[in-house]
């Protein structure tokens, strides 16, 4: 079910390059990110208006995105300006694609899914400098992942000993903080759909204290959290076939 009124987490910010595009979901619903060759990022509906193909499967140029199929053409408001069968042609502008509002926060990619321009909810506090980990994409819905990480706590960056617990704290619609000792990783929660949750996953703090080796401990973590995940999976999957 689409959540509206809410900027939902789309992806890292690193893993879309400038001039390049990807197709994702938010409550079953597709859309496409890209960015344009200035580097600014766009998220929009995951289709071309005049045959249904998908965008994310065409290209960007400058500050166009085009369609595979066609070619056509759209500049970063929705709007279709050039149709290469057509070339001459004054483009209707009533062939636009639906757009969402975008920002950037936290080192991750932002969309707000809704229609009214005054019902844009306040975006997340911005953490600051901030080092990307991962994302992470898991077949269960989003509070079975709360539950996962509360359950699979990191180790502090540099420490030996686990948290006792996990100090797992809301501090958005969709993002949560998650403390490690003096470490704060920041979790975007992405719902691909019911059953199915993208996980994107930064440190708060600055380059020199964690890239590479900081990086590297909380991938581990992350993996370990995978794990845990596809075990209560089989698991769970064992209880339904025996029964």
Same mark, same amino acid.
């Given at each position: 079910?689409? %959540?509206?009124?809410?900027?939902?987490?789309?992806?890292?910010?690193?893993?879309?390059?400038?001039?390049?595009?990807? *197709? %994702?979901?938010?409550?079953?619903? #597709?859309?496409?990110?890209?960015?344009?060759?200035?580097?600014?990022?766009?998220?929009?509906?995951?289709?071309?208006?005049?045959?249904?193909?998908?965008?994310? @499967? *065409? @290209?960007?140029?400058?500050?166009?995105?085009?369609?595979? +199929? =066609?070619?056509?053409?759209?500049?970063?408001?929705? $709007?279709?300006? +050039?149709?290469?069968?057509?070339?001459?042609?004054?483009?209707?502008?009533?062939?636009?694609?639906?757009? +969402?509002?975008?920002?950037?926060?936290?080192?991750?990619?932002?969309?707000?899914? #809704?229609?009214? #321009?005054?019902?844009?909810?306040?975006?997340?506090?911005? /953490?600051?400098?901030?080092? !990307?980990?991962?994302?992470?994409?898991?077949?269960? *819905?989003?509070?079975?992942?709360?539950? /996962?990480?509360?359950?699979? !706590?990191?180790?502090? @960056?540099?420490?030996?000993?686990?948290?006792?617990?996990?100090?797992? $704290?809301?501090?958005? /619609?969709?993002?949560?903080?998650?403390?490690?000792?003096?470490?704060?990783?920041?979790?975007?929660?992405?719902?691909?759909?019911?059953?199915? %949750?993208?996980? =994107?996953?930064?440190?708060? *703090?600055?380059?020199?204290? +964690?890239?590479?080796?900081? $990086?590297? =401990? @909380?991938? /581990?973590?992350?993996?370990?959290?995978?794990?845990?995940?596809?075990?209560?999976?089989?698991?769970?999957?064992?209880?339904?076939?025996?029964?």
């Amino acid at each position: 079910m689409m %959540t509206t009124g809410v900027w939902h987490p789309i992806a890292l910010s690193v893993s879309i390059e400038p001039g390049s595009s990807a *197709g %994702t979901h938010v409550g079953g619903r #597709e859309l496409v990110v890209w960015r344009d060759n200035s580097g600014v990022a766009h998220v929009w509906e995951d289709r071309c208006p005049h045959r249904g193909m998908k965008l994310s @499967f *065409g @290209f960007v140029r400058g500050d166009h995105i085009a369609c595979l +199929y =066609h070619g056509w053409q759209y500049d970063t408001a929705g $709007q279709c300006r +050039y149709i290469p069968a057509h070339p001459d042609l004054k483009v209707p502008r009533s062939i636009t694609v639906a757009t +969402y509002r975008t920002a950037e926060a936290s080192g991750m990619i932002w969309a707000a899914i #809704e229609s009214a #321009e005054s019902a844009a909810p306040a975006l997340p506090e911005d /953490a600051g400098e901030v080092v !990307p980990i991962r994302s992470v994409y898991v077949d269960v *819905g989003a509070d079975a992942l709360l539950a /996962a990480i509360e359950a699979t !706590p990191p180790r502090p @960056f540099g420490g030996t000993e686990r948290s006792v617990a996990a100090k797992l $704290q809301r501090v958005g /619609a969709k993002l949560h903080s998650l403390a490690a000792g003096a470490d704060t990783l920041l979790l975007g929660l992405q719902s691909l759909s019911d059953n199915r %949750t993208a996980l =994107h996953v930064v440190v708060a *703090g600055p380059a020199s204290s +964690y890239v590479d080796k900081g $990086q590297a =401990h @909380f991938l /581990a973590w992350t993996a370990e959290l995978r794990h845990r995940l596809d075990a209560q999976s089989a698991g769970s999957n064992h209880i339904t076939e025996a029964a």
